[in-house]
């Protein structure tokens, strides 16, 4: 790990005390580590991912995510007190609604394409003109293409295939990973996603735990994508009977969950849309309305 000024020590000691996580997911991460190579691919700071794997005992060298020495920056108080105003306003402003099928930011309302303006004011035309305005040039965010090549570059040092990933993923930078493993026979599970991972996702799993995730890596560890694919199409309590190999997960499952499953579904053509809006609502009411918008 490396050594972090004052200001990067502030920011991972804050990340330690507001990691959220979806119940189940430390010991998912744990199980799955166990049982085969296991990567956490992110656009969050470094900072926020080194608590997390302290968190949930992960390793931080099978971690990519966006790297950023704050310290390195020289922001006076009167750059930092516009900051800060311009926090408080971009905090105010209304959540945008990406309106369905959208082509343009004249297909937005008069609201939003405001807000839109103002923000590219912000970033484009105000912040570039600070010091702080540094980091937006010279810190390279993790995202969905980064990501891919995060996914490429993981399965070339493992000497592995991609027909022998599985990729987890909820959000719009999961797109370029999913087209990528999924294009090449991998396997690729939207977990609580939004309708960009829906898209671009095989399996649909709507869930508040993440025990479901732990069920599907262990079948795809032991047996493949095709086993996978037969327990999804049979899931139920008999189909996890006959299809999920480890009495551990399968006894966890029915503690959780002894009336109904969490919803898992393949996703196709005839159920994609109706997917995209109860995985979206599901999302918001699992991460709360506005994060739960986020792409």
């Not at 969050?44 to 920056?73: A, G, R």
Request: aromatic share 8%; charged share 30%.
């Amino acid at each position: 790990m490396k050594a972090y000024g004052a200001t990067n020590e502030k920011i991972k000691e804050y990340s330690s005390r507001n990691i959220l996580l979806v119940p189940g997911a430390g010991d998912t991460l744990r199980f799955v580590k166990d049982i085969m190579p296991s990567f956490i691919v992110s656009t969050s700071y470094e900072q926020y991912i080194s608590s997390l794997c302290n968190i949930v005992s992960f390793p931080y060298n099978n971690v990519h995510c966006t790297k950023l020495d704050i310290d390195k920056y020289r922001i006076d108080e009167k750059e930092t007190a516009k900051l800060t105003k311009i926090r408080e306003e971009i905090s105010a402003m209304e959540m945008i609604e990406i309106p369905e099928n959208a082509k343009s930011i004249d297909d937005f309302s008069q609201r939003d394409q405001e807000t839109i303006q103002r923000l590219d004011e912000i970033f484009w035309e105000e912040i570039p003109r600070m010091e702080s305005g540094k980091m937006l040039k010279e810190v390279n965010p993790v995202g969905g293409y980064e990501k891919a090549k995060a996914v490429q570059d993981i399965v070339d040092k493992l000497d592995s295939r991609l027909d022998n990933a599985m990729y987890v993923g909820d959000s719009i930078t999961d797109v370029p990973p999913f087209q990528l493993v999924r294009k090449n026979g991998g396997l690729t599970i939207s977990f609580n996603g939004n309708e960009y991972a829906i898209r671009e996702a095989e399996i649909a799993v709507l869930s508040n735990n993440t025990i479901v995730t732990s069920v599907l890596a262990d079948a795809f560890n032991r047996f493949g994508k095709d086993h996978i694919m037969r327990l999804v199409e049979e899931w139920s309590p008999s189909g996890l009977k006959k299809y999920c190999a480890t009495p551990m997960l399968r006894e966890r499952m029915f503690k959780l969950y002894p009336k109904t499953l969490p919803q898992v579904e393949m996703v196709t053509a005839g159920n994609r849309e109706r997917l995209k809006r109860e995985s979206s609502a599901f999302r918001k009411s699992v991460r709360g309305e506005a994060v739960g918008k986020l792409g």
